[in-house]
């Protein structure tokens, strides 16, 4: 199983961009998807999650201007991120808890976003 993330880059403050992470494999079921962020210097923390079962979790300080969404069919994760302020320039990693031959979690290479003032 293996996790592929797309989508970061340079944008100014203000301006949006768009991450997707699709898992390709050996995939039987796939319990839960997310997204996390390292700044530099800092641990890596949650961005938001999204269970099979529709719920949905956000990092509080996140809330309003990131949305998470899913294409179940396609394996694959997508995070909006609007309003991007310099504080969320990090490495962006995507998560899921993949059922294969038993329940793993994987993690993706981590995209990097650069929000320049």
């Known amino acids: 199983v293996q996790l592929q993330a797309f989508g970061g880059g340079l944008v100014q403050a203000g301006g949006s961009l768009r991450l997707s992470c699709a898992a390709s494999g050996s995939i039987v079921s796939i319990s839960s998807m997310g997204w996390y962020r390292q700044a530099p210097g800092m641990q890596r923390e949650l961005v938001a999650t999204t269970t099979s079962g529709g719920y949905t979790n956000y990092a509080d300080s996140l809330k309003g201007r990131f949305i998470l969404s899913r294409d179940s069919a396609k394996n694959t994760v997508f995070l909006q991120m609007n309003s991007l302020q310099v504080e969320d320039t990090a490495v962006y990693y995507c998560?899921?808890?993949?059922?294969?031959?038993?329940?793993?979690?994987?993690w993706g290479e981590g995209t990097e976003v650069t929000v320049s003032s």
């Open positions: 998560k899921m808890r993949i059922y294969s031959r038993g329940y793993l979690d994987y």
